[in-house]
């Protein structure tokens, strides 16, 4: 949950790139996140340097890059870490709990092709589809 709100905060920031700071309460409306729990996921974002964060009450964020510059796996790896998905799972890839371990190449698999496929999605792309998708549900007489 926590990198599908972070997520949703990075594309409605991608989708208003260039218009200035947003207010973390415009956000939080907009996508339907609670805002105390989105201003955690902003400092992580913030610290990642992929958004830039003004204080004060003309304050707000926006993206520290362009939308194309941005991939779901940077987000990701600011809002979870660098953590692999299997938890038994060092550093290295190898096993923490045992050399012979049955699931250590399933779970290698599974995290470099999560990691292969959130590269492979910018935020511009995310902003594009979200527009065609709303002009497809667009109900025209």
């Known amino acids: 949950m926590r990198t599908d709100y972070g ?16 207010q973390s309460a415009t956000i939080a409306a907009r ?5 105390s729990y989105l201003e955690r996921l902003l400092t992580s974002l913030r610290r990642a ?3 830039r964060s003004v204080r004060g009450p003309s304050g707000g964020h926006e993206l520290a890059r362009p939308p194309s510059a941005i991939d779901l796996d940077q987000i990701w790896e600011a809002i ?3 953590q692999s998905l299997g938890t038994c799972l060092g550093d290295d890839g190898s096993c ?6 049955a699931l250590q190449d399933v779970w290698q698999d599974l995290a ?5 496929t959130l590269r492979s999605v910018s935020l ?11 002009s497809r549900s667009m109900y025209h007489i």
């Open 7 to 22: 997520a949703r905060a990075m594309i409605d920031l991608a989708q208003h790139y260039g218009e200035g700071l947003t």
């Open 31 to 35: 996508q339907q996140i609670p805002e």
């Open 49 to 51: 340097g992929l958004i």
């Open 80 to 82: 979870e870490g660098t």
């Open 96 to 101: 923490t709990v045992s050399t012979a371990c």
């Open 112 to 116: 470099e092709g999560t990691h292969r």
């Open 124 to 134: 511009e792309q995310l902003v594009d589809r979200q527009a065609q998708r709303e």
